[in-house]
Nanobody, 127 residues
Framework: QVELVESGGDLVQAGGSLRLSCTAS????????MGWFRQAPGKEREFVAA????????YYADSVKGRFTISRVAASNRVSLQINSLKPEDAAVYYC????????????????????WGQGTQVTVSS
């Protein structure tokens, strides 16, 4: 079992920046990729960004490319999401997720492929 805890959500003005963090604990001896998803009220959960176990591969949704940066210390249990140039449409609950085993572009984007989820952290953007 892996427990994920997100932090860093806040109320930020449009154009501002925010840094979200996610720490995994529990059964962390296995390699796993980690991802960020978000869900706004009335919308489906959507992929935001993901990173492989080594940090050598990263994936981003088109809507956040150039503004969001996912990172992790290689082979560590902590991942961060740096969010710059926030837009009102970025407001959502952001969820951290972990996927055990194979982690490729074919699997990183799909929420159904992830094995563990955090409780989420709220990002609110004021215009």
């Amino acid at each position: 079992q892996v427990e994920l805890v997100e932090s860093g959500g806040d109320l930020v003005q449009a154009g501002g920046s925010l840094r979200l963090s996610c720490t995994a604990s529990g059964r962390t001896f296995s390699t796993y990729g980690m991802g960020w998803f978000r869900q706004a009220p009335g919308k489906e959960r959507e992929f935001v960004a993901a990173i492989s176990w080594t940090g050598g591969a990263t994936y981003y949704a088109d809507s956040v490319k150039g503004r969001f940066t996912i990172s992790r210390v290689a082979a560590s249990n902590r991942v961060s999401l740096q969010i710059n140039s926030l837009k009102p449409e970025d407001a959502a609950v952001y969820y951290c997720a972990a996927k055990m085993g194979t982690f490729t572009s074919a699997t990183a984007y799909s929420s159904g492929r992830y094995d563990y989820w955090g409780q989420g952290t709220q990002v609110t953007v004021s215009s």
